[in-house]
């Protein structure tokens, strides 16, 4: 990778196109964020995804920073705050690079435009306060049982309706990633994993 002049123009590029009067809390690392997006090719305009057709409409669920999307989006979506849209331009390095991604349509070496719309910041699972509110019984690991009482009362707070599977398929995909040795339980090491940036 060429360092030094390259590195100017692999900027996400972001335009706030809305930004409402109250804007707090403003997205950090690590934060559960509720999104909707369109993602776009910059070069012809054509449009490779819709969140909103997608998922019967339900703005995703993601936490930010962690790599659950790609690189730019994480870039893109930081100190961001609920209501806010923003435009952002994402160069091919931070998005899917020269490999591109077929099955998205997107071609090698593609710069990416989102339109991003936030809905909900939420503290994320990440933190430690999270972990000592989830761990009901302070045994410093996370049983399915509280990690699904948690995110009942998360979803409870901001009053929208949701499925119930959204709330499984969450649950699944936090095990899924984060229960290394597979035992059922999430400890503080394995909850912690995405502290540090692998990528």
Aim: charged share 30%; aromatic share 8%.
């Amino acid at each position: 990778q060429a360092e030094g002049g390259a590195a100017a123009e692999e900027e996400v590029k972001i335009e706030v196109l809305h930004l409402p009067e109250a804007c707090s809390p403003k997205s950090k690392k690590g934060d559960l964020l509720n999104a909707h997006y369109d993602g776009f090719l910059a070069s012809d305009g054509s449009k490779f995804y819709c969140s909103r057709t997608q998922n019967e409409g339900h703005p995703k669920w993601f936490v930010l920073g962690v790599g659950q999307v790609i690189k730019g989006l994480d870039i893109a979506m930081m100190n961001m705050c609920p209501g806010e849209k923003r435009k952002v331009i994402i160069p091919p390095s931070l998005a899917y690079g020269q490999q591109g991604y077929a099955q998205g349509k997107i071609p090698p070496n593609a710069t990416l435009i989102f339109e991003i719309e936030l809905y909900a910041v939420n503290r994320g699972p990440r933190s430690v306060e999270a972990f000592n509110q989830i761990d009901k019984d302070s045994d410093k690991k996370l049983s399915e049982l509280e990690i699904s009482q948690y995110l009942k009362e998360e979803f409870a707070r901001d009053g929208k309706n949701r499925h119930p599977s959204v709330h499984d398929e969450i649950l699944a995909d936090i095990f899924k990633k984060n229960d290394h040795d597979g035992d059922g339980f999430i400890s503080a090491k394995e909850y912690n994993v995405y502290q540090h940036d692998e990528l």
